[in-house]
T-cell receptor
């Protein structure tokens, strides 16, 4: 089993739709979690951290389910500019912030 | 955006030649990382640094070496480049702690012919 797994997609959704991605992780001792977005041929950029209690930033909501070992990202009212690849990142801890990146879920928002 | 500059941004070279990529930060962050990104593999850690002259290997370190003589600079060297090292290389920084995210430079596209 991979340490971090994501559905590669693509998820093709119309503008205004709500879309959700999940990311599963295998190490139950994982300490922190993040979502990044990566545009084509660009660097990954931090979208949001994922807190145990769940957190929201505008149209984006991130949640953590430790019991089932997954995190989720919900995007409401999708915009064309949301089209990107979304990377799930899990920090295993262990002193020097060793993180594992998922391979990403591609989102295409269609007019 | 975090102050991270990678150079060069693009490079084409031949098998067997040495290559050095540079990462420069202006954030005074303690931790610096080199990753490579290839289709189907996501980002994979090559080497990282937790201070000046303090470095350690990541999961794909074979064929790569690093040096950090100043807080702001982290160099990645391919001693004798091979075609399998054709990739996009990203530098990242963080100020440490389990809850601190990493921030990435723009990347270097390296092609080895």
């Amino acid at each position: 089993r991979k340490e971090v797994e994501q559905d590669p997609g693509p998820f093709n959704v119309p503008e205004g739709a709500t879309v959700a991605f999940n990311c599963t992780y295998s190490n139950s001792a994982s300490q922190s979690f993040f979502w990044y977005r990566q545009d084509c041929r660009k660097e990954p950029k931090l979208l949001m951290s994922v807190y145990s209690s769940g957190n929201e930033d505008g149209r984006f909501t991130a949640q953590l389910n430790r019991a089932s070992q997954y995190i989720s990202l919900l995007i409401r009212d999708s915009k064309l500019s949301d089209s990107a690849t979304y990377l799930c990142v899990v920090n295993k801890g262990g002193g020097y912030q060793k993180v594992t990146f998922g391979t990403g879920t591609k989102l295409q928002v269609i007019p | 955006d975090a102050g991270i500059t990678q150079s060069p941004r693009h490079k084409v070279t031949e098998t067997g030649t040495p290559v050095t990529l540079r990462c420069h930060q202006t954030e005074n962050h303690r931790y610096m990382y080199w990753y490579r990104q290839d289709p189907g593999h996501g980002l994979r850690l090559i080497h990282y640094s937790y201070g000046v002259k303090d470095t350690d290997k990541g999961e794909v370190s074979d064929g790569y070496s690093v040096s950090r003589s100043k807080t702001e600079d982290f160099l990645l060297t391919l001693e004798s480049a091979t075609s399998s090292q054709t990739s996009v290389y990203f530098c990242a920084i963080s100020d440490g702690g389990a809850n601190q995210p990493q921030h990435f430079g723009d990347g270097t596209r390296l092609s080895i012919l």
